[in-house]
């Protein structure tokens, strides 16, 4: 069975900083993974896809990376910004239409 | 248009209650999801369906019915729920269901509260 983990569970961080959320999953046998930001009783807004045949995907200030033989992820915020705090979840999505969750990173950057 | 729409936004009710919340999607997507996410929990998985058929069901009890009555709309018919059933409800969709590329679009939920 997939499980999906998230370090830090909760970040603060100061404005401007750049910081690293970080993902692992046990099954390596995956068909692509991806970020989601979640804002406080809102749905989840999907942030970047990497299909299992990427290294990495990049949009704006986000870059994702996938390390698929060690089963880990890592989404990198450059220069952070108030705005940016959320919880951020990681998926995984193996064969058929299921996606395993990690529990998220609270992220709170302060200004 | 990438948006799903959810209604209601918000809901209470009784455990007695019959009620249905409703998802939308214009995207030509043949999968929809219903997702349940308790407070700081990730969304774990309830129904899904493709070209408009029932394909998977997580054990979810009998209280919570899906249907679909056509490839645009998704709803989540509710009866004798229980307090433990509160929840945010989230749809979603996807172009097919089981596509390596696919990325799956929220919808912002129904806050549900059972009293």
């Known amino acids: 069975k997939q499980e999906v983990t998230q370090i830090p569970a909760a970040l603060s961080v100061p404005e401007g900083e750049n910081l690293v959320l970080n993902c692992s999953f046990t099954?390596?046998?995956?068909?692509?993974l991806q970020w989601f930001r979640q804002d406080p009783g809102k749905g989840l807004t999907s942030l970047l896809l990497i299909q299992s045949s990427q290294r990495e995907q990049t949009s704006g200030r986000l870059n994702a990376s996938l390390d698929k033989s060690s089963g880990r992820s890592t989404l990198y915020i450059a220069a952070s910004q108030p705005g940016d705090s959320a919880t951020y979840l990681c998926?995984?999505?193996?064969?058929?239409?299921?996606?395993?969750f990690g529990e998220g990173t609270q992220l709170t950057v302060n200004p | 248009d990438t948006e799903v729409t959810q209604t209601p936004k918000h809901l209470v009710m009784g455990m007695t209650n019959k009620k249905s919340l409703k998802c939308e999607q214009h995207m030509g997507h043949r999968a929809m999801y219903w997702y349940k996410q308790k407070a700081k929990k990730p969304p774990e998985l309830m129904f899904v369906?493709?070209?408009?058929?029932?394909?998977i069901n997580e054990s979810v009890p009998s209280r919570f019915s899906p249907e679909c009555p056509n490839s645009s709309l998704l709803n989540l018919h509710l009866h004798a729920l229980q307090p433990e059933d509160s929840a945010l409800y989230l749809c979603?969709?996807?172009?097919?269901?089981?596509?390596?590329?696919?990325?799956?679009?929220f919808g912002p939920g129904t806050r549900l509260l059972v009293l």
């Open positions: 369906y493709s070209y408009e058929k029932l394909s």
């Open positions: 099954d390596s046998a995956i068909y692509n």
């Open positions: 979603a969709s996807s172009q097919l269901a089981g596509g390596p590329g696919e990325t799956q679009y």
């Open positions: 998926a995984v999505k193996g064969g058929g239409s299921r996606l395993t």
